[in-house]
């Protein structure tokens, strides 16, 4: 049985360790950068439990804006290969969603590789966001580096 939870700090080596089986979309800086911000960011963890044992399968990350009392951003997100296409993305995000219902916040954003990118991953990332109702909001050219343009997506709650 798989179980959405608040993450915490015991939390954060399996939150790695799914991002570790996904190499397509997080590398050795991302995986870095992710570590760095786990500490201070807020997340949900999807867990599955076999006996007294936890395997985290999946989770989310998210963090109000500075400056936006009404924009949560969402800042990583993964399911472990195995168990993805069951819903539980959507479940993640919808905890995240009724979070920010909890704290009086309307707007989430969420910032990935643009359509420009010829990358597939990326592709089933977006569609994955468009198909749980986010938006296209705009596009920063070259954020990434030189033809590494930014999509920015907002879903209004
Ligand atoms: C993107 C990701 C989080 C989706 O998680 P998931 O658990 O497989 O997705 P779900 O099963 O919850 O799917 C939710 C909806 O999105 C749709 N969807 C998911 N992937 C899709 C795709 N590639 N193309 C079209 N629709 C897609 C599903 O059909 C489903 O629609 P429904 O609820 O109306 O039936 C997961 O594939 C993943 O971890 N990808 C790699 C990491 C990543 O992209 N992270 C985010 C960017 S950093």
């Known amino acids: 049985m798989v179980q959405i939870r608040e993450a915490s700090p ?12 996904l190499p397509e979309w997080f590398n050795e800086q991302g995986l870095r950068e992710m570590a760095a911000d786990l500490r201070t960011h807020h997340g949900f963890v999807a867990v599955r439990r076999t006996g007294a044992e936890e395997q985290v399968v999946d989770f989310v990350t998210w ?3 500075v400056g936006d009392v009404n924009l949560v951003e969402l800042t990583w997100l993964g399911v472990t290969p195995q168990f993805q296409g069951r819903g ?4 993640l995000v ?8 909890q704290i009086g916040v309307s707007v989430m954003e969420v ?3 643009a359509d420009s990118v010829d990358y597939a991953p990326y592709a089933r ?4 966001y468009r198909k749980l109702g986010f938006r296209d909001w705009r596009v920063d050219a070259d954020f990434y580096g030189p033809g590494d343009d930014r999509l920015v997506l907002r879903k209004y709650l």
Do not use: H, I, K, N
């Not at 539980?88 to 479940?91: I, Q, S």
């Not at 919808?94 to 219902?101: K, L, M, S």
């Open 94 to 101: 919808e905890a995240v969603a009724d979070r920010c219902g």
């Open 111 to 113: 910032t990935t590789l």
């Open 88 to 91: 539980l993305g959507r479940r």
């Open 63 to 65: 963090l109000p804006r």
């Open 125 to 128: 990332t977006r569609a994955f």
């Open 10 to 21: 015991s939390d954060y080596e399996g939150m790695l360790s799914v991002a570790r089986s």
